[in-house]
């Protein structure tokens, strides 16, 4: 199992703003587990959790989000104006063993 973190670290005052957007945003995407925000370490983080069975899979899933779906269209439509709300963002991808 692959577990991947983007982490996004906001501008000060943004982050449950862009959690909020996230949730609503990826509501019936199944590989997203998890939004969490802060509440100790570095301040003003945001971090997706999502699941993949393997690399590939995660590598395949871009493809649906490339994809002119109703889902998509309505993401894109909540995510506007998102870049504007963080300062910087990272992503990891861990391996389970």
């Known amino acids: 199992m692959i577990i991947v973190?983007?982490?996004?670290?906001?501008k000060p005052g943004n982050a449950s703003k862009l959690a909020k957007k996230f949730k609503e945003a990826m509501t019936g995407y199944s590989e997203i587990k998890h939004i969490m925000t802060d509440v100790t370490g570095q301040f003003n983080r945001v971090i997706l959790v999502?699941?993949?069975?393997?690399?590939?899979?995660?590598?395949?899933?871009?493809?649906?989000?490339?994809?002119?779906t109703?889902?998509?269209?309505?993401?894109?439509e909540v995510m506007?104006?998102?870049t504007d709300m963080y300062l910087t963002g990272s992503r990891e991808i861990f391996k389970v063993w």
């Open 5 to 10: 973190h983007d982490i996004f670290v906001c």
């Open 80 to 82: 506007q104006g998102y």
């Open 70 to 76: 109703e889902a998509n269209r309505k993401m894109q």
């Open 50 to 68: 999502s699941e993949y069975e393997s690399l590939t899979t995660y590598e395949q899933s871009w493809k649906k989000y490339e994809e002119d």
